[in-house]
């Protein structure tokens, strides 16, 4: 699988917008991109994945670059409860695949 | 999304004892079905791939004889830590391979005395 680049940690402000990237150059034709958070002390939480087109849900948006290089993962507004580790990960077609976490980024939101 | 669920939470046992840890897949059927292991601090690694029926995976370095795996039906799954030392704790969490992606259990910390 290819790996992944994250910043180790940032600040956001609660109630604006999140920006977090990821950058996964070696990425492969049929690898999606993946993103978890972890809150402290529970198991990760699934968020969004996206192969190639851009893609939104209910928590987050995902803006995936058009050589598929890099990513964005977007909170629309980030309240105190998106505090957490937030893992970019790339793996294949779900089913039966492994995920690798690298370190995350840890993200801060401030009142 | 869908639900995993880890029994017991939290579990404390004295050194050289075996302890198990059940997942199970609450409202889906999971045919792959992931263990992996966090030490504070630092991020989740995998320890073992199970298939429903068929024996586990280990990843290298992961020793199978103390971490015995059983995945015995589709929304089942148990991790035995026999013979537990004080190095073994950690939070135990696996996951269930869903149609388009993993869910999570909320983990098992285990601590051994």
């Known amino acids: 699988d290819a790996k992944t680049t994250q910043p180790p940690s940032m600040d956001c402000a609660e109630g604006r917008a999140a920006n977090l990237p990821c950058n996964h150059s070696?990425?492969?034709?049929?690898?999606?991109v993946y993103w978890y958070r972890q809150i402290h002390s529970q198991g990760p939480q699934y968020i969004i994945h996206g192969l190639k087109n851009n893609e939104t849900n209910e928590m987050a948006s995902l803006i995936i670059t058009e050589d598929r290089k890099s990513s964005t993962l977007i909170l629309p507004h980030a309240t105190l409860r998106d505090t957490a580790v937030y893992y970019c990960?790339?793996?294949?077609?779900?089913?039966?695949?492994?995920?690798?976490f690298g370190g995350g980024t840890r993200v801060l939101v401030k009142p | 999304g869908a639900v995993v669920s880890q029994h017991p939470s939290r579990v404390i046992c004295k050194s050289g004892t075996s302890v198990k840890i059940e997942c199970r897949s609450l409202?889906?059927?999971?045919?792959?079905m992931f263990w992996y292991r966090q030490f504070p601090k630092q991020s989740l690694m995998l320890m073992a791939t199970s298939n429903e029926g068929s024996k586990a995976t280990y990843e290298q370095g992961v020793e199978k004889d103390k971490f015995l795996i059983n995945h015995a039906s589709l929304t089942l799954s148990t991790l035995t830590v026999t013979s537990a030392h004080p190095e073994d704790s950690s939070f135990y969490i696996c996951?269930?391979?869903?149609?388009?992606?993993?869910?999570f259990g909320p983990g098992t910390r285990l601590t051994v005395l």
């Open positions: 409202d889906f059927q999971a045919t792959t």
């Open positions: 990960i790339v793996a294949r077609s779900p089913a039966g695949n492994k995920l690798t």
């Open positions: 070696t990425i492969s034709g049929n690898e999606y």
């Open positions: 996951s269930g391979s869903g149609t388009d992606t993993q869910y």
